[in-house]
């Protein structure tokens, strides 16, 4: 599907926000946040005619012309070639539906962890943040790692130090009667379906 930016808008702001019923100038907030997203995309190809971005949540949800909205056809038009910049250059500009009430840092100086005093509005349906309790056997934890043998203990071993309980995770160390293996929070949390790296074991 090959579409001039402002027409691919059309089918990405209704797909990742509810244009139906939220405040219009939330919705042009994501106009111009995914316009940057896309516009930062394009910058890293130069002389390419055509670039290519993924149509789920890896890079944005883009519905075509069946997501299109007319709420959301306004905020892009009221918001036409709008961008955030750093630099003269468009920002990677990340988003997501929830952060539990901290933002995290990227890989720019302009993407800070801090506090989001937003996040938990009555209407978020991510908060309680994060939600539920996940059970994972023994038998899960080796079969992710299978190089430790038999577990012995699960430890986190560094926080980032943003948030409450000491933030997300950095790294966890899974200690096995073979071996003891250390990965990342966010290889933890893939491996078992977790919703984000700022997770508490118990």
């Known amino acids: ?26 919705i042009r907030a994501q106009a111009v ?8 995309e394009r ?30 056809d306004a905020a892009i038009r009221a918001t036409a070639r709008q961008v955030r910049t750093k630099d003269g250059k468009p920002i990677f500009a990340q988003f997501s539906a929830s952060n539990g009430g901290w933002t995290r840092a990227g890989s720019f100086g302009y993407l800070r962890a801090k506090k989001d005093p937003y ?13 539920g309790t996940v059970r994972i056997s023994d038998e899960a934890l080796e079969g ?10 699960v430890e986190v071993t560094r926080r980032d130090g943003d948030g409450p309980r000491g933030g997300r995770v ?11 293996s250390t990965v990342s929070g966010d290889r933890f949390r893939s491996f078992f379906g977790l919703r984000s790296d700022w997770f508490w074991l118990v």
């Open 33 to 40: 946040a995914a316009r940057t997203y896309a516009a930062f």
């Open 119 to 131: 996040d938990p509005w009555r209407g978020n349906p991510y908060v309680p943040w994060p939600e």
């Open 144 to 153: 992710a790692l299978p190089q430790i043998g038999e577990l012995t203990g």
């Open 43 to 72: 910058a890293a190809a130069p002389g390419s005619r055509h670039y290519q971005l993924c149509d789920t949540a890896a890079c944005q949800v883009y519905g075509g012309f069946s997501a299109e909205h007319p709420r959301a």
């Open 1 to 26: 599907n090959v579409v001039p930016l402002e027409s691919y808008l059309r089918g990405v702001v209704p797909a990742e926000v509810i244009a139906s019923t939220w405040d219009p100038d939330a």
């Open 170 to 180: 950095v790294e966890v160390r899974v200690s096995g009667t073979d071996a003891s």
